[in-house]
């Protein structure tokens, strides 16, 4: 079956830096764009980052609010994304979630995300 398992979540101040890791099983990562999202309390789940394969070696695209802090990257040997988040802000604390799509070639619709991880918690105090 298809599994996405999130970690490296946590609580940190302002200012500080957190790497989240998603491990795939189940699906061929190589044929799949891996996304992020996130969904804060009382809001709507909201795109973060995405990694695109295609046949120049892949392409990435963020969201305005995270651009120049956060960075996604991918260890096809290991079958995992990876966010890294740098310069936290109170604001970016929410449920950060894993996603993947069947889509080569092409950033994937939103509705094209066919699996979800379970989300792990990052809290950043001010």
């Known amino acids: 079956q298809v599994q996405l398992v999130e970690s490296g979540g946590g609580l940190v101040q302002a200012g500080g830096s957190l790497r989240l890791s998603c491990t795939a099983s189940?699906?061929?990562?190589?044929?799949?764009?891996m996304g992020w999202f996130r969904q804060a309390p009382g809001k709507e789940r909201e795109f973060v980052a995405v990694?695109?394969?295609?046949?120049?070696?892949?392409?990435?695209d963020y969201a305005d609010s995270v651009k120049g802090r956060f960075t996604i990257s991918r260890d096809h040997a290991k079958n995992t994304v990876y966010l890294q988040m740098n310069s936290l802000k109170p604001e970016d604390t929410a449920v950060y979630y894993c996603a993947a799509a069947p889509v080569y070639g092409r950033r994937p619709r939103t509705n094209e995300y066919d699996y979800w991880g379970q989300g792990t918690q990052v809290t950043v105090s001010s």
């Open positions: 189940g699906i061929t990562f190589s044929q799949h764009a």
């Open positions: 990694v695109v394969i295609n046949w120049s070696g892949g392409s990435r």
